[in-house]
């Protein structure tokens, strides 16, 4: 069983960072796809980013050149970078670790909010 806790959401104005972590307990994270997803009030949870075990990694076109995905498998932790955040960025981010068939992870989630 795999446990993920993401931490580094908190309050910030527009134009400014945040990095977000996920640690995982285990042993499996290298094989791990790690991706953070994001929940906004009323809207459905979108994918945000996604970083492979083999460290390719994808984005949403909305956070293209803002935001970075990174990994440190000696951590077993997984980022997100955050730079010039905007009010739509406000949202619950969750972290996935994603096993294939073997199944998923989920975080408990971290709020970020970005004030105009």
């Known amino acids: 069983q795999v446990q993920l806790v993401e931490s580094g959401g908190g309050l910030v104005q527009a134009g400014g960072s945040l990095r977000l972590s996920c640690s995982a307990s285990?042993?499996?994270?290298?094989?791990?796809?790690m991706g953070w997803y994001r929940q906004a009030p009323g809207k459905q949870r979108e994918l945000v980013a996604i970083?492979?075990?083999?460290?390719?990694?994808n984005y949403t076109d909305s956070v293209k050149g803002r935001f970075t995905i990174s990994r440190d498998n000696s951590k077993n932790t997984a980022y997100l970078q955050m730079n010039s955040l905007k009010p739509e960025d406000t949202a619950v981010y969750y972290c996935?670790?994603?096993?294939?068939?073997?199944?998923?992870?989920w975080g408990q989630g971290t709020q970020v909010t970005v004030s105009s």
């Open positions: 285990g042993n499996i994270f290298e094989a791990l796809d």
């Open positions: 996935n670790g994603d096993l294939g068939i073997f199944g998923e992870y």
């Open positions: 970083i492979t075990s083999s460290s390719t990694t």
